[in-house]
């Protein structure tokens, strides 16, 4: 049970990437009062919050309707962690886990971030929808498991929020190569993990069987 709280909670922080969302949210609210920032950040983290859980319950069922199997969601999963992992250690933004430009520049023209890019995609973005659901099938049928998933999700989201109430303090701290030092250090155990979903999918799909 220590080896699945270790990887959901390594799987998430790289993910979600609490740190450099902090960072981001610091820069998009330098004009916003801090009230109305602390407004942004609680409402922020409550709909990213009800996404992914969304997600951690309901995707495997989704997965099923549409045919999809265990397998097949591995090697997925693990191919899109693994691209994300490898844009952690090069430092580099990724898809997964950051906005596009368009929605930088919507969100810099708007004063109320708190859904859209903050909720989502900054903190649930394609990468820790996918962590969510993965996670939760690889644990299927272990409640314990499951419970530790959740709650290493929930940890992820409570220090996102934290940092958030402290972007401005946490961006001075870290500066930007502290930043990046702590993102290549979760990439490099996300590419390990991220390939060891791929592993035991291609395992489980029989593919190799004989």
Do not use: C, W, Y
Request: charged residues 10%; without cysteine; proline residues 3%.
């Amino acid at each position: 049970m220590l080896e699945t709280a270790i990887v959901a909670f390594t799987t998430f922080f790289a993910t979600v990437g609490p740190i450099d969302v902090a960072a981001m949210f610091a820069a998009m609210t330098t004009d916003a009062a801090p009230s109305f920032r602390r407004s942004m950040a609680l409402r922020g983290i409550l709909i990213a919050s009800l996404i992914l859980l969304l997600f951690a319950f309901a995707g495997e069922f989704l997965l099923r309707s549409l045919g999809i199997s265990l397998a097949a969601l591995k090697v997925a999963g693990g191919i899109l962690l693994l691209l994300i992992g490898i844009d952690m250690v090069f430092a580099r933004p990724s898809g997964g886990t950051s906005t596009t430009n368009e929605e930088t520049s919507e969100a810099v023209a708007k004063q109320d971030i708190s859904v859209v890019p903050l909720a989502t995609p900054l903190i649930a973005g394609p990468g820790a929808m996918g962590a969510a659901i993965l996670l939760m099938a690889n644990a299927e049928g272990n409640l314990l498991a499951e419970a530790i998933v959740i709650a290493a999700l929930l940890a992820i989201l409570l220090l996102t929020l934290l940092l958030l109430l402290t972007a401005t303090k946490v961006q001075q701290l870290f500066g930007v190569t502290g930043m990046h030092v702590v993102s290549r250090i979760f990439g490099v155990l996300l590419t390990a993990l991220a390939v060891q979903f791929m592993f035991d999918g291609i395992a489980q799909s029989g593919l190799l069987a004989g």
